[in-house]
């Protein structure tokens, strides 16, 4: 991800002071799509005379942009501005400040001071990896694509603090396999340590319960050899009738 930020202080409270960017491909060429045409962190009035510090993140592509307008679906708490998601073809960014749009009396300036473009590491640029049943619920019922290729069977439970929550029942039924959850493909960086984790109870210390995953090259294609055939975490029986978390690295 990358902050971009500035500060601004302003003697008129009609100018519209903004803050943003634009995208350009590798050939150099501005991306000048709908969401990214003429992209803000900030475009509004009512600054005051005091120094205020103005930021948004741009994050990685990968995140999830479901309205399809260019702004990530969650905005970080840790931003003032709105936060947006590259585009898959960018390459290079200018930013980009400046007012508009005042009284026209010609009596107020706006100053602007200390812009800023930094890489940064955030909390959202994992948003793609919460997949927490509550938001498949939210995503289902909006209509708009969910995060499972195979989806969750799912039900109501008390969770360890005492919040009702949505959770993935897996039902016994025969004595073979029962109902599973499998993630859409998930982004990852080779470069980085990846946790991958599940909370688990059972009413059968029989039942075998699994957390595992599978790995994909930069195709699509599933790398099913040797020990990346059927990789697991967890794949063990005896869980008792409380809630344990369970977890791996890669």
């Known amino acids: 991800a990358y902050e971009f930020s500035i500060y601004i202080a302003s003697t008129g409270r ?3 002071n903004y803050l943003g960017f634009f995208a350009f491909d590798c050939t150099k060429t501005r991306i000048s799509t709908t ?3 003429n992209p803000y962190f900030k475009d509004t009035k009512n600054d005051g005379s005091s ?3 103005w930021s948004g993140y741009i994050l990685p592509s990968y995140i999830p942009d479901y309205n399809n307008n260019g702004l990530a679906d969650h905005q970080s708490s840790e931003t003032n501005g709105r936060d947006w998601i590259w585009s898959e073809k960018a390459c290079y960014v200018r930013l980009r400040f400046g007012s508009c749009y005042g009284d026209g009396l010609g009596s107020d300036r706006t100053n602007f001071v ?3 473009v930094k890489e ?3 909390a959202t ?3 793609e990896e919460r997949l927490d049943y509550l938001e498949y619920y939210k995503i289902l019922n909006i209509r708009i694509p969910g995060r499972w290729s195979e989806k969750p069977n799912v039900g109501g439970a008390v969770f360890v603090n005492g919040q009702t929550t949505y959770v993935h029942k897996s039902v016994e039924s ?3 396999c029962y109902q599973w959850a499998v993630s859409q493909k998930l982004r990852i960086d080779r470069t980085r340590k990846h946790e991958f984790s599940v909370w688990i109870m059972s009413t059968g210390k029989d039942i075998h319960n699994y957390l595992g995953f ?3 090259d930069k195709m699509g294609n599933h790398i099913n050899t040797g020990t990346l055939r059927n990789p697991y975490f967890k794949w063990s029986n005896n869980d008792p009738p409380e809630w344990v978390r369970w977890n791996g690295f890669i």
Do not use: E
Request: hydrophobic share 40%; aromatic share 20%.
């Open 120 to 122: 940064v590491t955030t």
């Open 14 to 16: 009609d100018l519209h």
């Open 114 to 116: 200390f812009p800023s």
């Open 51 to 53: 120094w205020k510090r």
């Open 174 to 176: 025969g004595t073979s």
């Open 125 to 127: 640029d994992l948003l």
């Open 214 to 216: 599978f790995v994909y």
């Open 35 to 37: 969401q990214w045409n």
